[in-house]
Every structure is written in C-alpha cells, then in structure tokens.
C-alpha cells in the first residue's frame, strides 16, 4: 500500500498546487486573460497530471500492487469529483471549447486562445510528472522510469472501432454537458464524474476513454504501436464528431453555423384565424415589431451558462 499513499499524496499535491495557481493568477492579472488563458492552463495541467499518475496505478497497480478495478475506479470518481469542484469553470478539454463556439458562446480568437492554454497545460503536466516519476518513491515509479521511454499505446483495438468508441464516448459526454448545465453543481459534478467513471470501465479495454484531445496527445501520442495518423483519427477526429453530433441533436441546429433549426420544426403556439377580421372602432393599432420582436431576438440570442 505504500505506493497507493505516494500516488495520493501525488494527487493532494497537484490539486493544492494548482488551487494556489488559481488564487495567483486572479491577484495577478486581469479577469479576461485569467479567465480565457491561466485558467485553462491551470485546469489542464491538473486534469493531465491526475490522469498520467492514474495510468500508472490502473497499468502497473494490479500486478505490482494488488489494487483491484473496485478500488480504482472508486479513486477515479473521487478525482473526477474533485476535479469537478475545482476547475473553477475551466473546459481542459478543446472539445468542450469549440462546443462554446459551436453555440456561439465564445469567439473564435478566445476558442484558439483556449486550446493553446489546454495544449500547453497537458504538456507542463507530462515534464513535471515525469520529473516526479524521476524521484523513485514507490516502486510503482520506479517500474514507470524504466518503461517511460518505451511506453505502449493506449490504443488496444482497430482503428475504425477506436474512433467509433471515441465519438461515442464525447458524444454522451457533451450530450449530458448539455442536459445538465443549468442544474446545479451540487448535483451536476457527481453527475458528470459518474458518467466519465463508467465510460471508462466499458471503454477503457479498447482506448482507455479519454474523448480529450489535448489529453491523448499529451499521454499516448509519443508512444510506439500507430502512427500520428491512427492516433489523430481516433483521438481527435472521433471526440470531435462526438461533440458536433451532441450538439446538433440537443439543439437540432449548429447556432455558429445554422440559425434555421435543422432537426426538429417549430410550431406556432398561436392558431392564425382563417376568416378576415374587420377592425372594430376601438381597436387599437399595434406596432410591426413592439415585444414580441425584441423577445424573439432576446431568445435567438439568448446562451446558456457554460459547465465545469
């Protein structure tokens, strides 16, 4: 169990770090750029180093260890939860961002703004990880220094099935994102943690789930058994698809895209009578637009809050 205790206080240490970044970066700096850049920094890098040391424990933990999958996915749903909590509304996720462009809720210069934030902060989680690993604190990282340099893909299943496992891992990802962004954190966090938990069970054997792309680049890119290419169709292709047709069966329409609704008609609420009505004397005239035409574009316009 000694090197279950080191990786927890490896995951103590990492959400202590990253909560005091958070806390500097909002002293430091104006509340746009934490908000599109050090946030997604910080919520990356966090995300990133949690899942690297994860994979030590679900790769090497039951045979050096003797952890079990119960007690592993009971880890991973506490850090998802924690993490959840944490972030402090940061995607670290690019899908996550271009859904927010996708529904025109964040512009295109804040979107490729975000996506070098997640890309950078995946990176500084892998050096400074490694770094750790370098230590030797258990014999778990001293397994993991020896088998860095000749990691494994992730990527245990064809091509074709990884990125249909992919895209439907994001696509019930961002669907629930979508379903459960006005309800409250309280209940949204554990939610989310359940889902990305139990998708991890089921699809972990074949890609080990990560329907990120800034995460798979950063943990399995570099290893030996595909090509960039294999892992780009899979890893990035796949989630992306995922979240676009989320998207469009939420919102039967791509709002960035489409203002017409491509999916599902609208009724009027209202019958128009067939008969012509004749003005009566005391009928007043009513303005073209008045309201109800500042109401519709209040509603066409109108987004909902983005989710953690």
């Known amino acids: 169990m ?5 990786s927890l206080s490896f995951f103590f240490a990492t959400f202590a770090l990253c909560q005091a970044a958070r806390r500097l970066s909002k002293a430091l700096l104006s509340e746009g750029t934490y908000a599109s850049f050090a946030r997604e920094v910080v919520g990356a890098a ?14 090497l933990g039951p045979w050096a260890g003797g ?21 402090d509304g ?18 295109v210069p804040c979107t490729l703004l975000a996506l070098a934030a997640q890309g950078l902060g995946m990176q500084a989680a892998r050096v400074l990880t490694r770094r750790y690993w370098a230590w030797e604190l258990s014999d778990l990282h001293v397994l993991q220094s020896l088998m860095d340099a000749h ?6 299943t064809s091509v074709p099935h990884g990125t249909l496992v992919e895209g439907a891992c994001a696509f019930f990802f961002h669907l629930s994102l979508l379903r459960f962004r006005n309800t409250l954190p309280i209940y949204r966090v554990p939610l989310t943690a359940l889902l990305v938990t139990f998708m991890a069970y089921t699809a972990g054997p074949f890609t080990s789930a990560f ?19 294999e892992y780009a169709q899979v890893y990035w292709l796949g989630p992306l698809t995922g979240m676009v047709l989320a998207v469009l069966l939420h919102h ?20 128009t009578p067939r008969g012509k009505l ?3 004397p005391r009928d007043t005239p009513m303005p073209g637009g008045g309201c109800r035409s500042r109401e519709t574009t209040r509603e066409a316009g109108r987004q909902l809050p983005g989710s953690g």
Do not use: I
């Open 252 to 271: 039967g329409r791509l709002p960035r895209l489409f203002q017409r609704n491509l999916l599902y008609s609208q009724k009027n609420k209202y019958r």
């Open 90 to 107: 940061a995607a670290a996720n690019p899908t996550v961002s271009l859904q927010e462009l996708l529904l025109a809720e964040a512009s």
């Open 2 to 6: 000694a090197g279950l205790n080191v």
């Open 211 to 229: 329907f990120n792309p800034a995460l798979a680049a950063s943990v399995t890119f570099q290893c030996s058994g595909s090509t960039l290419l």
């Open 151 to 156: 990691c494994s893909s992730t990527l245990r």
């Open 67 to 87: 952890f079990g999958p119960d007690l592993l996915l009971t880890l991973l749903f506490l850090l998802l939860l924690v993490h959840g909590a944490t972030c």
């Open 278 to 280: 004749a003005p009566g």
């Open 46 to 59: 966090q995300l990133g180093a949690c899942c690297l040391e994860m994979r030590v424990l679900v790769e």
